[in-house]
């Protein structure tokens, strides 16, 4: 009886574990560079996909590849973002690339014009943005991945 009880106490055991692991997110080195330079992000953006996005900024957790604008959560979008928004403006790797170098000078390409805007952050270092976008990539989709 004691082994029986053993037996299955260790098939439980390796069943748990083997849940969390599959739970855990495994990123590629590119993506996982792209996480650490996502830090500079996180005092206006959320990332995690089970929060609501913060009052400074929309939760982009999921944005890649999603058009943009279209948090329901976070009402305060610029009008240079709700402009790029009703263009269509989708979040690929080139769009990305350039709102991150200069959001001011995309957005005003975007929308044929000046334009308020509240990203005033800018990331000149392409392969730093190359890593976020790989870390967006990465994680789009997958919530245990933050």
């Keep these: ?42 005092s206006c953006h959320e990332f995690q996909a089970d929060k609501p996005s913060r009052p400074t900024a929309p939760n982009i957790h999921d944005i890649y590849g999603e058009k943009a604008g279209q948090r329901k959560d976070f009402p305060k979008y610029s009008e240079g973002m709700q402009g790029a928004a009703a263009k269509g403006l989708v979040w690929t790797d080139a769009n990305i690339m350039e709102y991150l170098a200069d959001p001011k000078a995309f957005l005003a390409k975007v929308n044929g014009k000046d334009v308020k805007h509240a990203m005033f ?26």
């Design 121 to 146: 952050f800018n990331l000149k270092d392409e392969q730093k943005r190359k890593d976020i976008i790989a870390f967006l990539k990465a994680i789009k989709g997958k919530p245990e991945c933050n």
């Design 1 to 42: 009886m004691f082994v029986k009880s053993l037996v299955a106490g260790m098939a439980v055991a390796l069943i748990a574990a083997g849940s969390a692991l599959a739970a855990e997110c495994s990123l590629p080195p590119d993506a996982q560079a792209g996480k650490t330079v996502s830090n500079q992000c996180k």
